[in-house]
């Protein structure tokens, strides 16, 4: 429920008037409870009061006031029955669509919603919320379709079925945790009126090696009292805790206030009210002025700054994030400072969390969000000064209330509150964290002239981490990268080069990134290995020159990028390179130059780094044909003919040995003495 993020008996910032015409008695203590904050009590009220008014139009004043209260208090479902029983008893003002959507959307069901806000557009077209609420609905349900890769799950040895959330860490390992619950265990018998449960304390747990929870245990009386305690944060040190506490008195309002214990062993001191409450001036007025509040204390990474949730004068609206100094006793100096426009809205903005790297999180109904209280991240822009809020999204974030988000160091995991469905109770403590990304290898390995597999081909992996790894293929040419004892192959934000070989075939090599990979990935891939033997000979791109001409063309040398690729990614090889002709011309001419064009295409090579000794230049004129002139001179048009004699002309080669040894690479020249 809405009203146990406040932690406190507050003002819903809207009074209904009890002088009404001919309203009853009940009607007046309903409205009475309201305005003080008893919300759980004012829906009794509201409900008897009904039963006794006679006017059809002050009925559907009532049951639209037991909707605002379901509202305040945050149960969506409650809020949108009672919102569409005040439409069907025709309440006048129509609100209740407006807010009928904001439940629909708290319920994640968003087309309803969308057709709600139009509703309320259409009698009262001016208002621009409709629209807001309808581009929060579209937005929302993409980020619920594209979910980010956080996990989140009930942390269910903490939760019971009441309330329990903001959870803060008590030890510097972070394995002990001080949380809010308002399980049967609280301090007290009252009952807090605002929701008709139990009031808040604080309670703690610790865990073990395998990760499991304690049974919670409640806080000494020096800390939990018969008014609600909750919302935790300790010092970097662990010595020191802040909480809030929100007094109780029965019939009475009061606001709350951050105090400060320090941990004494397992025991705490006895607390001390921080000052940071604004001095009141004498002109307040009680009809009008909501109960000044404080809570949700969060501390810098450094205890030098707290920061809080507060209504106090001078903010944006509703509930602000305030930062105040702290001098070395961990104690308020100067006034508190209010963050500004870029972090608060009209709305409220509470639970605060500064991260270590700078960043501070804080949980808002006043930010576009997917329907609740929604958590955002603002980055550090300056001294003091945060900014460029964005919506963590979903599943941290869900169409319900969503808070108190903390995390565990630097770690991209930690606890936040929800009261969303999946959960023990009302509000729950969930964990969350950022799976590692799984990234895997697999393939197989074909013999590229039969498109067979090629058991026994070596496939070797080398990162730009300076990991490496080689595997064989299997009997049906595959292989797999996965699972390497409890660590991967292949890793987050590295560049991998594949080599697969086998004897006889030329090696071919490849390349995988997971660099800028934000999903997990298994990187499927199919390597043709060409045969190698001597028999085997190996088609080129062609190579082309000018009619007559053994002077390779721009286009020529482009070409032979590929048999330069192929010597430089199998440097043990040599080979026969050939050159053909086609028939047009006398045997000895294109003999001649057929052996020059070889000779060509290797002299180009050897310019490029290629070693001479690998390479033997023959040319083979027109004795090896592909296609012969009497199967030409039966072809119908000169375009087929054309592609005949084309085909004729081409440059070949074969490997002819696998036994050269690459020449060492002078090492460099050692650096001049000075």
Request: charge should be negative; aromatic fraction near 10%; hydrophobic fraction near 30%.
């Amino acid at each position: 429920m809405r009203t146990r993020l406040y932690l406190a008996c507050l003002s819903a910032g809207l009074l209904f008037s009890t002088v009404a015409m001919g309203q009853t008695k009940l009607a007046e203590e309903a409205d009475a409870a309201f305005n003080k904050g008893y919300y759980f009590n004012a829906i009794e009220l509201y409900k008897k009061a009904y039963t006794t008014e006679k006017k059809a139009s002050d009925k559907a004043a009532l049951i639209f006031k037991v909707g605002e209260c379901y509202r305040v208090l945050g149960d969506a479902q409650q809020a949108a029955v009672w919102y569409e029983k005040a439409n069907k008893a025709q309440y006048s003002d129509p609100i209740t669509y407006f807010h009928l959507g904001e439940a629909l959307k708290e319920q994640g069901k968003y087309a309803e919603a969308i057709a709600a806000y139009n509703k309320y557009k259409e009698k009262n077209p001016g208002d621009t919320r409709a629209d807001a609420g309808i581009n929060a609905c579209q937005v929302a349900q993409q980020w619920k379709d594209n979910p980010s890769r956080y996990s989140v799950d009930p942390e269910v040895l903490l939760n019971s079925q009441q309330y329990d959330f903001t959870p803060g860490f008590s030890d510097k390992k972070n394995e002990d945790v001080v949380f809010t619950s308002t399980r049967a265990a609280s301090t007290g018998t009252n009952t807090d009126q605002i929701i008709g449960e139990a009031f808040s304390d604080l309670f703690a747990s610790s865990r073990d090696k395998l990760g499991k929870w304690s049974e919670p245990v409640k806080l000494p009386p020096s800390i939990n009292t018969e008014g609600n305690e909750g919302a935790p944060t300790f010092n970097a040190k662990r010595t020191i805790m802040y909480f809030t506490r929100c007094a109780f008195e029965k019939n009475k309002v009061h606001g709350c206030e951050i105090w400060m214990t320090k941990k004494v062993g397992s025991n705490y001191s006895e607390p001390e009210l921080l000052a940071l409450r604004p001095a009141a001036t004498g002109k307040e007025s009680k009809l009008d002025t909501p109960v000044v509040t404080l809570g949700h204390p969060a501390l810098s990474p450094d205890d030098q700054t707290l920061f809080f949730s507060s209504n106090m004068k001078g903010g944006k609206g509703g509930k602000d994030i305030w930062m105040v100094k702290l001098d070395k006793d961990g104690k308020p100096v100067g006034a508190p400072t209010n963050l500004g426009g870029e972090i608060n809205t009209k709305k409220d903005e509470m639970f605060p969390f500064n991260r270590q790297d700078g960043s501070l999180y804080f949980s808002s109904d006043g930010h576009p969000g997917m329907g609740g209280m929604d958590i955002y991240r603002a980055e550090k822009t300056g001294d003091n000064a945060w900014g460029q809020v964005e919506n963590v999204k979903y599943p941290i974030n869900s169409p319900s209330d969503d808070f108190g988000i903390i995390f565990d160091g630097e770690e991209e995991r930690g606890y936040f509150t929800s009261n969303r469905p999946g959960g023990k109770g009302q509000d729950d403590i969930w964990r969350f964290y950022m799976p590692d990304l799984v990234f895997a290898l697999q393939g197989t390995v074909y013999d590229k002239e039969t498109s067979t597999p090629l058991p026994g081909a070596k496939v070797e992996v080398v990162g730009t981490d300076g990991t490496s790894y080689n595997a064989l293929a299997d009997d049906n040419g595959g292989f797999t990268f996965a699972e390497n004892g409890r660590d991967r192959f292949i890793k987050e934000n590295t560049t991998y080069t594949i080599r697969v070989s086998k004897d006889e075939y030329l090696v071919v090599n490849d390349q995988i990134t997971t660099v800028g990979l934000d999903e997990s990935t298994t990187f499927v891939k199919e390597y043709f290995l060409q045969p190698a033997r001597k028999d085997v000979v190996i088609k080129m791109p062609e190579v082309q020159y000018e009619l007559g001409s053994f002077a390779l063309t721009q286009a020529g040398k482009d070409s032979l990028e590929f048999l330069y690729a192929t010597l430089t990614e199998n440097p043990t090889i040599v080979i026969e390179l050939a050159a053909h002709t086609d028939s047009r011309d006398t045997d000895k001419r294109n003999q001649v130059l057929s052996e020059n064009r070889a000779k060509s295409c290797v002299n180009y090579l050897v310019s490029k780094g290629i070693d001479p000794t690998r390479m033997q230049a023959v040319g083979y004129g027109e004795s090896k044909l592909r296609i012969s002139d009497a199967e030409i001179g039966k072809m119908k048009t000169k375009e087929e003919q054309e592609a005949a004699h084309q085909m004729n002309r081409r440059t070949e080669f074969r490997v002819l040995s696998f036994d050269h040894v690459p020449k060492e690479q002078p090492a460099p020249a050692p650096a001049p003495n000075n």
